[in-house]
């Protein structure tokens, strides 16, 4: 089976910085994309950004020139570094990864998430 954890998350004042990390692990052909998500209570689960295994990255709006995701796909790791963070940030942020278990078979996973709480 395959296997996100996530780490990074904590508590941080407005205008903080947070580096969160994302390990993919198990039994694997290849990652073909990566991603961070978030959820707020309340609030439906939404992107934060994304990359694929060429590099092409897909920044929600609210993330453009803050965050900045970066990937080693031969050790199957994705991290998002977050620069001036604000109260509206607070979120759990979850990691996920689409797969090729094998050539023919292809699933999506998800990381148990991390918690992220910017005070104001």
């Known amino acids: 089976q395959v296997q996100l954890v996530e780490s990074g998350g904590g508590l941080v004042q407005a205008g903080g910085s947070l580096r969160l990390s994302c390990a993919a692990s198990g039994s694997m052909f290849s990652i073909n994309a990566m991603g961070w998500y978030r959820q707020a209570p309340g609030r439906q689960r939404e992107l934060v950004v994304s990359i694929t295994n060429a590099g092409s990255t897909n920044y929600a709006d609210f993330a453009k020139g803050r965050f900045t995701i970066s990937r080693d796909n031969a050790k199957n790791t994705v991290n998002l570094q977050m620069d001036s963070l604000k109260p509206a940030d607070t979120a759990v942020y979850y990691c996920?990864?689409?797969?090729?278990?094998?050539?023919?078979?292809?699933?999506?996973?998800w990381g148990q998430g991390t918690q992220v709480i910017v005070s104001s």
């Open positions: 996920n990864a689409d797969v090729l278990r094998t050539p023919w078979r292809r699933a999506d996973y």
